[in-house]
């Protein structure tokens, strides 16, 4: 707590002890004494050497003009404002640590400074301002929160990559890599070797379930960019407004809810890979501003202005004919021609029949190590099964049977016996030879429903056992003329 300074009468004229001048002047910390009239009657040597004013330029003048005029800015400061002025009126002493002081060569420092005052018999009669260069301690200052932003936008960068690292590990279990010596395998296999190492952006169309997001994994993978974070999103899976902060993050205060700053997506794939699933989900604003981002490789966070540069390669997929939705008006025509550089179509399940063994085979040993069980291998029978079904979940329906019959079996070998899927395989039906396509898969859902008591969504519904998303199996209903009986 700073207090006034009282004199006793025995005092020079300058109205300072005689016997303090000595050590007034050994001080590190520059001192000014001032009369009521503000002028100057006091400077040590530390002042001189700090602002390059001789004691002789500056005594009974004004310092304030001096070297005190200016903020930090080069704005005028009225000597009205300044603290040891206002002093030198009300006598209460003050303490500032904002402020620079000008020299003499018209450079500038940051000070701390006290203005105390100083009485004499009870009377104010000056006051002293004892002040320091406080440069290197605001140069520390400023260097220790530049490496606190540093320090906190690598742990942010550290901890988005883990949790989207954490929820890539976890769509990935289960998965079966792209197994298959098919002619549409095989030529998939090459179309994906061919492109991986370029810098093209490849669009993956294929039906629900055939493994799209395999086939960006591999792409990823093979390419130059495979240390680098591979960054997945649904674009189905959120809101047209929550989805522009997940792709491009957001600053606090943005909106009702977001009180941190977030990166997006696409700052988190910077220098690596952005993968867009079910891209024709996406909003005609949403098209405009990803249109924008590969155009201009550029973007601002929602609630920023402030431009944030990005290097990713994408990808995109949707299980929609693109083409069609940009006659339809849904999707803008520059940006299908922007996505679709490359593309790559996923072979159905139906088409490639002959693969099922092997892709058995792998979905077995995944489904082993996750289940713990030691199935060794499905029965002959169980074979002509699977192969005789026509798959409307395709991979994703195939993982999801072997699941429930490895769950349910109770030897090492799967019969589907106690999984009756499908109608049309029984040995004794002998009219699926007569039956269309579309009138065995229209069969096949008929009897999952009934199984489920026409239940369509839940982790017990008939989307779930199909392996496909209810609202496809909505979409499947209508165009085979599925309605629940009365």
């Known amino acids: 707590m700073m207090s006034a300074i009282n004199l006793e009468d025995k005092t020079n004229h300058d109205g300072f002890l005689p016997e303090n001048?000595?050590?007034?002047?050994?001080?590190?910390?520059?001192?000014?004494?001032?009369?009521?009239?503000?002028?100057?009657?006091f400077i040590n040597p530390a002042a001189e050497r700090m602002t390059g004013w001789q004691a002789h330029e500056l005594l009974g003048k004004n310092i304030h003009d001096c070297h005190h005029h200016s903020h930090s800015d080069g704005s005028h400061y009225h000597k009205d404002d300044c603290p040891i002025y206002n002093t030198l009126i009300d006598g209460i002493a003050r303490e500032i640590s904002h402020e620079v002081f000008w020299r003499k060569d018209g450079s500038s420092f940051p000070v701390h400074y006290t203005s105390t005052p100083v009485y004499k018999d009870g009377v104010l009669i000056g006051v002293v301002a004892i002040f320091r260069d406080i440069s290197i301690q605001k140069q520390t200052e400023q260097s220790l929160r530049q490496a606190l932003e540093q320090v906190q936008a690598l742990s942010e960068k550290l901890s988005f990559e883990n949790q989207y690292l954490q929820l890539e590990l976890a769509d990935r279990t289960g998965d079966v890599e792209i197994s298959g010596s098919s002619k549409p395998i095989s030529q998939l296999i090459q179309q994906i070797k061919l492109v991986s190492n370029t810098e093209s952006t490849v669009l993956i169309s294929g039906e629900n379930g055939t493994g799209k997001e395999l086939v960006?994994?591999?792409?990823?993978?093979?390419?130059?960019?495979?240390?680098?974070?591979?960054?997945?999103?649904?674009?189905?899976?959120?809101?047209?407004?929550?989805?522009?902060?997940e792709l491009f993050g957001h600053e606090k205060g943005a909106y009702t809810g977001a009180t941190s700053r977030r990166k997006g997506r696409f700052e988190l794939a910077h220098q690596g890979t952005l993968f867009l699933d079910e891209v024709a989900e996406l909003?005609?604003?949403?098209?405009?501003?990803?249109?924008?981002?590969?155009?201009?490789?550029?973007?601002?966070?929602?609630?920023?202005?402030q431009t944030i540069k990005v290097d990713i390669r994408l990808i995109t997929a949707t299980h929609h004919d693109l083409q069609k939705?940009?006659?339809?008006?849904?999707?803008?025509?520059?940006?299908?021609?922007?996505?679709?550089?490359?593309?790559?179509?996923?072979?159905?399940?139906?088409?490639?029949?002959?693969d099922i063994p092997e892709i058995v085979s792998h979905l077995i040993e995944d489904l082993n190590r996750k289940l713990g069980k030691k199935i060794s291998k499905v029965s002959q029978r169980g074979m002509t099964k699977l192969m005789q079904h026509s798959w409307p979940g395709n991979v994703r329906e195939l993982q999801n049977v072997l699941e429930r019959e490895i769950i349910l079996s109770q030897g090492p070998v799967l019969e589907f016996n106690q999984l009756q899927f499908m109608e049309q395989s029984a040995p004794e039906s002998?009219?699926?030879?007569?039956?269309?396509?579309?009138?065995?898969?229209?069969?096949?859902?008929?009897?999952?429903?009934?199984?489920?008591?026409?239940?369509?969504?839940?982790?017990?519904?008939?989307?779930?056992?199909?392996?496909?998303?209810?609202?496809?199996?909505?979409?499947?209903?209508?165009?085979?003329?599925?309605?629940?009986?009365?």
């Open 21 to 41: 001048q000595l050590i007034l002047n050994a001080v590190s910390e520059g001192i000014y004494g001032f009369d009521l009239a503000g002028n100057a009657v």
């Open 283 to 305: 909003s005609l604003e949403a098209q405009s501003k990803l249109l924008r981002v590969l155009q201009e490789k550029e973007f601002e966070r929602v609630g920023s202005s």
């Open 430 to 486: 002998d009219t699926t030879g007569n039956q269309t396509l579309q009138e065995v898969e229209r069969q096949h859902i008929l009897h999952i429903l009934k199984q489920t008591q026409w239940r369509i969504s839940g982790a017990n519904g008939a989307a779930a056992l199909l392996g496909l998303p209810p609202s496809t199996l909505r979409s499947r209903m209508n165009k085979l003329a599925i309605s629940r009986p009365i």
């Open 216 to 245: 960006a994994r591999n792409l990823h993978r093979l390419s130059n960019r495979a240390d680098k974070p591979l960054i997945s999103v649904n674009c189905a899976a959120f809101s047209s407004a929550l989805l522009e902060s």
């Open 325 to 354: 939705r940009v006659e339809q008006g849904l999707f803008r025509m520059d940006l299908y021609y922007r996505l679709n550089v490359f593309p790559i179509i996923v072979p159905p399940l139906k088409q490639r029949l002959s």
